[in-house]
C-alpha cells in the first residue's frame, strides 16, 4: 500500500509538470504568433506608408497675384496632409489628397493612425476638402509623433512641425506607440512626383521637377 501511495504520489508530480511545461509552450507559441503579426502589421504599413509618402507632389496651391508660391502640403505634430500618387495596385492610381492623422477611441480606449484619402479632382480646392476613403494603419495607438527635416539644408534639425509653405520636407519621420509597444520609426526620404501643372526647380515655367527641391 505504501509503494503504491508513493507511485502515485509521484506520478501526480510528473503530470503536474507536464502540465506546466504544456501551458508554458501554449503560452510562448502565443507570444511569437503575436510578435509574428505584430512583425508583419508594421511590415506591409511600413512598405504603403514609404510608398505614398515618398511621392508627393510639390503642386502648388492658388495664392494672391504676386504673393509668394506656396505648396498643397500640411505637417504638424499628429497630422499630415499632402497631395500624392496612389499606386495603382491600391487604388485607381494617380493624384490623391491624403490626410494621415491620430483618430480617438471611444470611451478612452486607445484610437487609430488612420490614412484618408480621396482622388484629386479639384486642383484648387484647399487640402481639408472633406474625407474620402479611410484605412486604419496602425491600431491601438496611444501616441504618433511626426517629424519633419528640411529639404534646403543636408544636415538640418529635425521639427515637429513643418514651417515652409514654398517646398516640401526632404525627409519625413512618422513613429507610433501601441499598448503593446513602440514601433520603429519610419523615416521616408521625399521625392517630388513627375506630373503635369509642378513648378520647375527654377521656379519658371510649368515643367516637371525630379528630385528634391
Do not use: C, K
Request: charged share 20%; aromatic share 8%; no cysteine.
Amino acid at each position: 500500500m505504501v509503494e503504491l501511495l508513493v507511485a502515485m504520489a509521484l506520478l501526480s508530480l510528473v503530470m503536474l509538470g507536464l502540465v506546466t511545461a504544456m501551458r508554458s509552450f501554449a503560452q510562448t507559441e502565443t507570444r511569437i504568433d503575436d510578435r509574428i503579426r505584430r512583425d508583419e502589421d508594421f511590415r506591409v504599413t511600413e512598405q504603403f506608408l514609404r510608398t505614398v509618402l515618398g511621392a508627393m507632389a510639390p503642386r502648388a496651391t492658388r495664392s494672391a497675384p504676386g504673393g509668394p508660391r506656396q505648396v498643397a502640403f500640411s505637417g504638424s505634430g499628429d497630422e499630415l496632409q499632402w497631395i500624392g500618387v496612389m499606386p495603382a495596385r491600391h487604388g485607381a492610381g494617380g493624384l490623391y489628397r491624403f490626410r494621415l492623422f491620430v483618430a480617438p477611441g471611444e470611451s478612452g480606449q486607445p484610437g487609430a493612425l488612420v490614412l484618408e484619402f480621396a482622388p484629386l479632382t479639384n486642383f484648387d480646392a484647399p487640402l481639408e476638402s472633406g474625407p474620402g476613403q479611410s484605412r486604419v494603419m496602425v491600431a491601438a495607438v496611444t501616441d504618433v509623433t511626426f517629424r519633419y527635416q528640411d529639404s534646403t539644408q543636408g544636415d538640418a534639425a529635425w521639427s515637429s512641425g513643418w514651417p515652409s509653405a514654398d517646398r516640401l520636407p526632404r525627409r519625413i519621420g512618422v513613429q507610433a506607440r501601441t499598448r503593446t509597444g513602440i514601433w520603429p520609426e519610419i523615416v521616408v526620404n521625399v521625392i517630388p512626383a513627375v506630373g503635369p501643372g509642378i513648378p520647375s526647380r527654377t521656379g519658371s515655367g510649368s515643367g516637371p521637377v525630379i528630385g528634391p527641391f
